[in-house]
Antibody, heavy 123, light 110 residues
Framework: EVQLLESGGGLAQPGGSLRLSCAAS????????MSWVRQAPGKGLEWVSS????????YHADSVKGRFTSSRDIAKNTVFLQMNSLRAEDTAVYYC????????????????WGQGTLVTVSS | QSALTQPASVSGSPGQSITISCTGT?????????VSWYQQYPGKAPKLIIY???KRPSGVSTRFSGSKSGNTASLTISGLQAEDEADYYC??????????FGIGTKVTVL
């Protein structure tokens, strides 16, 4: 069974940093792209970032480009989201989700999703 | 990248059919046959119910179906049941390994 478990959320000050982790199990980790999707309180879903199976290629939404960086440790079956220069509008539940292809350009769906981790940016 | 347009809410009585639209542009929904749909209950993670426009993952009820015409994708729920009351989101590939979600639709079973 595929399982994704996010961690690392919490309270951060504006301008601060947080590093989210997503531990994966139940599949060959390096064969699949992984993505981060966030949901602000009471709002809809927003794609944040995707990383290829190898970890070589990463892509980010314009809203986080230059501030957030995805990476993955294949040996630890874990994907990370480094979030710098945090803003109040980054407050959200952050989900990691598994793609169905190794190449991010070929991903057709996000399935499954982790349970999410809450990030709150406030002074 | 602007969010895809969905109706804020759709409602129906048990047993009826409802359709949720998802309107994008010729750069996303209209260009790629890569629209997926997700069901989300309050406080829970989203769940995939349709991918590649009209394909159902194993275990998803056949009451859910998807289609696309031009820049608009649609999700139809037939034989509406109380358990279908949830939020529904469409998502489209938007090129260059980026994705865009819809604003979400709240489905209410009357």
């Amino acid at each position: 069974e595929v399982q994704l478990l996010e961690s690392g959320g919490g309270l951060a000050q504006p301008g601060g940093s947080l590093r989210l982790s997503c531990a994966a199990s139940g599949f060959t980790f390096s064969n699949y792209a992984m993505s981060w999707v966030r949901q602000a309180p009471g709002k809809g879903l927003e794609w944040v970032s995707s990383i290829s199976g190898s970890g070589v290629n990463t892509y980010h939404a314009d809203s986080v480009k230059g501030r957030f960086t995805s990476s993955r440790d294949i040996a630890k079956n874990t994907v990370f989201l480094q979030m710098n220069s945090l803003r109040a509008e980054d407050t959200a539940v952050y989900y990691c989700a598994k793609g169905d292809r190794r190449d991010t350009a070929l991903v057709t769906r996000f399935d499954p999703w982790g349970q999410g981790t809450l990030v709150t940016v406030s002074s | 990248q602007s969010a895809l347009t969905q109706p804020a809410s759709v409602s129906g009585s048990p047993g009826q059919s409802i359709t949720i639209s998802c309107t994008g542009t010729s750069s996303d929904v209209g260009r790629f046959n890569l629209v997926s749909w997700y069901q989300q209950y309050p406080g829970k993670a989203p769940k995939l119910i349709i991918y590649e426009g009209s394909k159902r993952p194993s275990g998803v009820s056949t009451r859910f179906s998807g289609s696309k015409s031009g820049n608009t994708a649609s999700l139809t729920i037939s034989g509406l049941q109380a358990e279908d009351e949830a939020d529904y989101y469409c998502c489209s590939y938007a090129g260059s390994s980026t994705f865009v979600f819809g604003i979400g639709t709240k489905v209410t079973v009357l």
